[in-house]
């Protein structure tokens, strides 16, 4: 393993619990791995712009028929699905907001799952091509989402297994920091039990 991608969505800085486990798992893999390098995009403090009508248009042309905007804004989607590409791991770090996925790591998707770059249509049906890649996904609630009633709300795992699954990324495990509403003694309970299972992957990867 020489590159980690760490991606974390949550816009609460320094108080993110989802931000926090998500970084403390990329040390932790580096420490495995001393030569790996952490390329850390933090979308909470630097926000990817939602798809508008330029980069909609720019990346369904060829590079020689783009205006300086598309142009632009091509290139920059370029760049994201570049460093997903170059990386061995992949960590995403997001909260359960409204039961699904920070709109912030929506936007990063968006620009990542690119027709011919990322994912390829064949006659036997979509083809993923971002393949041999290990992703963790720390997923961060107030509630109990990983089993229980309320699982059947939790639309942001089966999404995120869904796209990535799309691109050609199936190897995911998720870490959860959930039950954090019900009291600072379940909170520290489940920051306490999201850093073993983490520790646990480390030690696995």
């Known amino acids: 393993m020489s590159s980690i991608l760490l991606i974390t969505s949550s816009p609460r800085g320094d108080e993110s619990l989802s931000s926090k486990v998500a970084t403390d798992l990329?040390?932790?893999?580096?420490?495995?791995n001393p030569d790996a390098q952490i390329h850390h995009r933090d979308?909470?403090?630097?926000?990817?712009?939602?798809?508008?009508?330029?980069?909609?248009s720019a990346?369904?042309?060829?590079?020689?028929?783009?205006?300086?905007?598309e142009?632009?804004?091509?290139?920059?989607?370029?760049k994201l699905v570049a460093e997903l590409l170059a990386a061995d791991a992949v960590i995403i770090g997001t909260g359960l907001i409204n039961f699904n996925i920070y709109s912030t790591l929506k936007?990063?998707?968006?620009?990542?799952?690119?027709?011919?770059?990322t994912f390829r249509y064949t006659e036997n049906g979509p083809e993923g091509l971002v393949t041999g890649k290990k992703v963790y996904v720390v997923l961060?609630?107030?509630g109990v989402y990983s089993e229980g009633a309320a699982m059947g709300m939790n639309h942001a795992v089966p999404?995120?297994?869904?796209?990535?699954g799309f691109m050609g990324m199936?190897?995911?495990?998720?870490?959860?920091?959930?039950?954090?509403?019900?009291?600072?003694?379940?909170?520290?309970?489940?920051?306490?039990?999201?850093?073993?299972?983490?520790?646990?992957?480390?030690?696995?990867?």
């Open 43 to 56: 979308l909470g403090a630097e926000p990817i712009p939602h798809l508008d009508t330029v980069t909609t």
């Open 140 to 142: 961060a609630a107030g």
């Open 159 to 164: 999404y995120l297994r869904t796209v990535l």
């Open 107 to 117: 936007s990063w998707i968006d620009n990542v799952a690119r027709a011919g770059q």
């Open 59 to 69: 990346i369904r042309k060829p590079a020689e028929a783009r205006n300086e905007q």
């Open 26 to 32: 990329a040390n932790a893999l580096r420490a495995k």
């Open 170 to 205: 199936t190897d995911i495990e998720v870490v959860y920091v959930e039950g954090l509403a019900f009291g600072p003694e379940a909170a520290e309970k489940a920051i306490a039990a999201a850093q073993v299972r983490s520790e646990e992957l480390a030690l696995a990867a």
């Open 71 to 78: 142009a632009a804004a091509a290139a920059y989607s370029d």
